[in-house]
């Protein structure tokens, strides 16, 4: 294992099925509230993604929570967002989180600031995604500048982007993938995955495009902790596939087994998922429920997890 290179580079080029989860920052300067999640998901997973003001609702920045997961021997993904930032900000804050030891890089186009808590705000949206994700392996691999000046000391960058299999049209969402793959992408988060058959069918034009061997794909796992949850996801959320099958799955139990419940689909959803050829790994997006993902690492099989170039 390269000095340079993250655990979760690691992890991925090794071949082990991989996890990533998240820890979202907390809408104040505590941060005992970072420090309480990075226990609670310390050993169970590999790095730990950090949200950049989500929904464009304010919170702690996601560098500052990264460095205090370092600090409590988690690694992080540190999410950036172009909504709040243009191009110059963008590479400041690249260097800003290497300089940390920050290594792995979420790349996000971002929400529109219509969404959240300051729906006035002026957006930036200089740039999108894929131009960040050039920028970002600009600075790395050719050590310049986007505006083509010399870098003093270049950023060791493992880049990542999103995915989302199950948006409209379903027909643009694999070229969108290749896109990002070909401006930088190192690994893929996706969307939460419930329906199975679509990521499948989203997967199998994946490997006849080869992008599998391109990058390195994590599918979306989120529990399901109770039935207004799902409602929200099924008909609010945008690009969200919930079937109507694991909607009545969960009305049908008692209300206080519906969280139980969503601990087996997500369960479930791995086990399949684990039979995908291309599938690298799971993000587990509990929303606030961190305690979740022990559970979900443990009864999946997937724990304890593997010890990549450490002794």
Known sequence: MSESMSNLEAMLESGNFTITAEAGPPRGAQAEVIKEKAGILRGYIDACNVTDNQTSVVRMCSMAACSILLGEGLEPVMQMVCRDRNRIAIQSDMLGAAALGIKNLLCLSGDHQSFGDHPKAKNVFDIDSIHQLQIGRGLRDDGKFAGGQEVDGRPALFLGAAANPFADPFMIRVPRLAKKIAAGAQFIQTQCVFNIEKFGSWMQAVRERG?????????????????????????????????????????????????????????????????IEGVRGIHIMAIEWEDAVPQIVERAGLYPRPQVGKP
């Open 211 to 275: 992008l599998h061997e391109k990058t390195h794909i994590l599918a979306g796992i989120t529990p399901i902790k109770s039935l207004p949850m799902a409602k929200h996801m099924a008909t609010r959320v945008a690009g969200m596939d919930l079937p109507d099958d694991l909607l009545a799955r969960i009305k049908g139990v008692e209300k206080k087994k519906r969280s139980e419940e969503g601990l087996k689909i997500a369960i479930e959803t791995i086990k399949r998922l684990q039979e």
